[in-house]
Nanobody, 115 residues
């Protein structure tokens, strides 16, 4: 079973930045497409960024940048100019060919944007 450990969240003021990390316990990590998701309070989980096994990336937020380090089996999410609406628990997971999450979710990391 593949496991995901997210870290790097915290409390940040509007306009601030955070860098989230996702460590994946998969020997075949370099073959995985990986996404960052978030779940705001009272809302459904949504995909915010994804990166393919060959490092093609896409983000629904121009302020967010996803990257990967295959040697460390880690995917990062750099978030800049954060807004209160970015407050959520952030999760990562590998993506099926259909774009949905493949494995059991980790605990996530809480991001709170507030003054």
């Amino acid at each position: 079973q593949v496991q995901f450990v997210e870290s790097g969240g915290g409390l940040v003021m509007p306009g601030g930045s955070l860098r989230l990390s996702c460590t994946v316990s998969a020997a075949a990590f370099s073959l995985l497409n990986v996404g960052w998701f978030r779940q705001p309070p009272g809302k459904q989980r949504e995909l915010v960024a994804k990166i393919t096994h060959d490092s093609r990336s896409d983000s629904v937020k121009g302020r967010f940048t996803i990257s990967r380090d295959n040697a460390k089996r880690t995917v990062h999410l750099q978030m800049n100019n954060l807004e209160p609406e970015d407050t959520a628990v952030y999760f990562c997971n590998s993506l099926s060919p259909y774009g949905d999450a493949q494995f059991t979710w980790g605990l996530g990391t809480q991001v709170t944007v507030s003054s």
